[in-house]
């Protein structure tokens, strides 16, 4: 698992995807983050709260990922409002059988994640993240589970996708 975190707004989305990732079966985390610090406290938190395997490189240039990862989250604000920008990786490191996700949601189909598909990777955009979060406030505050589709699609529209 790489997970780049540097944005505050995306640092609580970081941790709390680094911990549900753990809690659902990963084997080992890797955090590359620019901050050494702020990477150190989420491996912290990784092993000693939740007692996964994880690990921190602090990110300087573009990372080659590990052939071994399966699954490679964007956590930061990169791209947020703009499909151009770059995440620093290493874009030949991207196999296909890696799942590629970005946190981010506008725009959904982040550089990230067309570069992701152009190498034969499957991609999730940041808009089921968001959606998710919403179907969690409307259960908390209403009671009523809403269909995640039914969001998705008044999403897009909202969103002239």
């Known amino acids: 698992w790489v997970m780049p975190a540097t944005a505050l707004c995306r ?3 970081a941790r709390a995807v680094a911990v549900e990732v753990g809690l659902v079966g990963a084997k080992h985390i890797t955090v590359v983050n620019r901050s ?3 990477g150190r406290e989420l491996v912290h938190t990784l092993r000693d709260r939740a007692k996964l395997s994880a690990e921190l490189v602090v990110w300087c240039g573009d990372y080659t990922i590990p052939a071994d990862t399966d699954i490679v989250i964007n956590a930061t604000s990169i791209g947020l409002y703009d499909a151009e920008a770059r995440v620093e990786l ?4 991207l196999k296909p059988n890696m799942v590629v996700a970005d946190v981010v949601f506008s725009p959904p189909q982040t550089r990230l994640l067309r570069d992701a598909a152009a ?4 991609t999730l955009d940041g808009l089921g993240m968001l959606v998710n979060q919403g179907v969690i406030g409307v259960q908390y505050w209403t009671g009523v589970k809403p269909d995640p589709a039914a969001m998705r699609a ?3 529209q909202a969103m002239g996708l």
């Not at 290493?90 to 490191?93: F, H, I, K, R």
């Not at 190498?119 to 499957?122: H, K, L, S, V, Y």
Request: aromatic letters at 6%; charged letters at 40%.
């Open 11 to 13: 640092w609580e989305a």
């Open 36 to 38: 050494e610090a702020r």
């Open 90 to 93: 290493n874009l030949d490191s």
């Open 119 to 122: 190498r034969g990777c499957r």
């Open 154 to 156: 008044a999403l897009e």
